[in-house]
């Protein structure tokens, strides 16, 4: 097979993975990843323009070192039984499409996974080895973000994160079970296992880097995961408390949530999978109330169990789950915004984080207007039917309405989740 058609085989191979994202390393060209003479810088988010309006990222080479794999995960276009075509890269054919994409400006870097083609770390090893000749013998300082396969050794982990910016291992199924129904090689006690040993050198690093400015940087822009969302039983509510316990206990920097795409599909490649649901295709609405409850777990000092219990463990598809919250919460509003804290601020709709920052400052030398709050940032279609300013409502249609749960849910339902655009939007 040739170069170009293994770069679209394993290029495809690899878009079913969202754990990728070349958010906050600050790593340049030059501060000892490259070494001198090097090349390429990686910037933070936002910067780099490197998010889709969904988070995603699209400025990666995205690929698999290898889309041959031991393992059979049901959803998966890449497990043993797949009828598909099989390649892998050589080291050095990677090294060099990088540089080469990198130089022509196609890429600001590499996201690098496989499937699994041979033991733990024999794998691991191919990847790190493509990552190492890149910093070391090419001068590449742009951004790299490294699959870590579970099972692999400490001393593996150690040196990926060594040269990568970013190492993420997935979880992909929320329990035990699920994993042991859809991905049976794969246990959760390895990967868990996996992210300890990223987040547990990641914190010794930060503290040699504190007593030794020189001492090498692992893995700057921490660690992610990748949850499948619908390919399993388990509700939003599983869901979000796992990502919860994930971002306590490993630090993750992002819980990515992937609408499982139902391989079996004419097009699709794979064959259907008895184990799998018969869906008519990926549950994206669903991922992207994922995604903003996410939003409210990291932003909006959100514990899991108040957006989702027992009583109501799926997100609501009407309505981002901010004020499915808020609507549940009559007690709690209206919120006075000339006097409010930034805690209870943040749980207004349509006051972001960045606006309540706002709010603060701009209290301490004047009163807010509605205008002037809708000049602050606040999205004051949503905000309305939650606040008052200086004792009253913006106007008397707002406080007839937010006399009535019903009717603010109908004025705020959002009947497909169109409009809703993260990170863009602040809810
Ligand atoms: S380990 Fe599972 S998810 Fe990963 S490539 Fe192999 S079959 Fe696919």
């Known amino acids: ?10 290029a495809g191979a690899a878009k079913y993975d969202a754990s990728c994202a070349s958010s906050g390393s600050g790593i340049s060209a030059g501060n000892g990843r490259g070494g001198e003479g090097s090349f390429g810088f990686s910037l933070p988010a936002g910067v780099c323009h490197s998010w889709t309006e969904d988070g995603r990222c699209v400025s990666l080479l995205k690929v698999l070192y290898s889309n041959v794999c031991r393992f059979d995960c049901a959803y998966c276009v890449n497990r043993a039984s797949a009828d598909t075509k099989r390649s892998s890269f050589t080291v050095d054919e990677l090294v060099e499409l990088t540089v080469e994409f990198y130089r022509r400006n196609y890429i600001e870097g590499l996201f690098l996974s496989s499937g699994i083609f041979a033991d733990p770390d024999t794998v691991m090893e191919k990847l790190i080895a493509t990552a190492r000749k890149l910093r070391t013998e ?52 390895v990967i868990f296992s996996a992210m300890e040993e990223v987040s547990e050198t990641g914190r010794e690093n930060e503290e040699d880097r504190r007593r030794i400015k020189s001492a090498p940087v692992f893995a700057p822009a921490g660690q992610s995961t990748q949850l499948i969302v619908g390919a399993s039983g388990e509700d939003d509510r599983q869901i979000i408390s796992l990502s919860s316990s994930l971002y306590r206990k490993f630090a993750l920097r992002r819980v990515y949530y992937s609408a499982f795409t139902p391989v079996g599909l004419p097009g699709l490649g794979g064959i259907p999978d008895s184990r799998l649901p018969d869906i008519p ?58 006097r409010a804290s930034y805690e209870e601020l943040l749980r207004v ?46 106007d008397r249609d707002s406080q007839k309405i937010a006399e009535d749960p019903g009717r603010i849910r109908r004025v705020l339902s959002d009947r497909d989740g169109a409009g809703l655009q993260l990170p863009l939007f602040e809810f």
């Open 1 to 10: 097979m040739d170069l170009g058609e293994k770069i679209s085989l394993l």
């Open 349 to 394: 709709p349509g006051v972001g984080a960045k606006t309540a920052r706002r709010v603060l400052e701009a209290r301490r030398s004047r009163t807010l207007s509605f205008d002037g709050l809708r000049r602050l940032g606040a999205v004051v279609k949503r905000a309305r039917y939650f606040i008052t300013l200086s004792g009253a409502f913006p």
């Open 281 to 338: 295709g990926p549950p994206l609405l669903r991922e992207h109330r994922l995604y903003q409850a996410d939003w409210l777990l990291r932003f909006y000092h959100f514990s899991a169990h108040e957006i989702l219990d027992d009583a109501s463990p799926f997100l609501d598809p009407h309505l981002d789950p901010k004020t499915a919250w808020a609507i549940k919460h009559p007690d709690f509003f209206p919120v006075e915004i000339n």
């Open 138 to 189: 090419r001068g590449y300082g742009g951004y790299i973000h490294l699959k870590i396969i579970p099972g692999s050794g400490e001393k593996l982990i150690r040196e990926a994160g060594l040269w990568a910016d970013r190492l993420s291992a997935n979880i992909e199924l929320p329990t035990e079970k699920s994993l042991h129904r859809l991905a049976p090689q794969k246990s959760g006690k």
